[in-house]
């Protein structure tokens, strides 16, 4: 049911706009259409967490923003920690969601390296609000992780 549905019911019961038509209109408002109900499966909102969903992605996307375009030697030592498997995944599916570009040089020997398209760098920013939420509650995180385990004997 869409908002103006639901204001129109709501408004001939008398109790005006509910919660959710509320909460509805002011993303509306504030984000632009999202592109179906609120985190609904069609909601723009939600396929932005599902691409950087995966551990690695939203690294290699903060590296690239920061250091500019870096070959896959460069990505790894910078990044550590992540194999060159999982690297070479991390890139396709970046480069398969339109925010990583793979650039090839006709040198000798051949080079490769990647950049970030528009849109990978227009992550940079909620990637770094993602992180200084993380430096503010990092540690709540943690304690609750913590307890929770000891609760189940973990």
């Known amino acids: 049911m869409d908002i103006a549905s639901r204001t129109r019911e ?4 008398g109790g005006g706009y509910d919660a959710e038509a509320r909460a509805e209109e002011r993303g509306a408002e504030e984000y632009g259409d999202l ?32 250091l500019g375009p870096l070959r896959p030697r460069a990505l790894l030592d910078r990044i550590g920690g992540i ?10 599916r970046l480069e398969y969601n339109g925010l990583v570009e793979h650039r090839r040089y006709a040198e000798a020997p051949p080079r490769v390296d990647y950049a970030l398209t528009g849109a990978g760098a227009a992550l940079i920013g909620p990637i ?25 004997g973990i």
């Open 83 to 92: 194999s060159p498997k999982v690297l070479n995944e991390s890139l396709r």
């Open 10 to 13: 709501s408004d001939e019961g």
């Open 35 to 66: 592109g179906g109900a609120v985190f609904a499966a069609d909601c723009r909102a939600r396929l932005a967490f599902e691409v950087i969903a995966n551990r690695w992605d939203s690294v290699v996307v903060y590296v690239l923003g920061e």
């Open 128 to 152: 770094r609000a993602l992180g200084a939420w993380s430096a503010v509650h990092g540690d709540a995180v943690l304690a609750a992780q913590e307890t929770h385990e000891k609760k189940r």
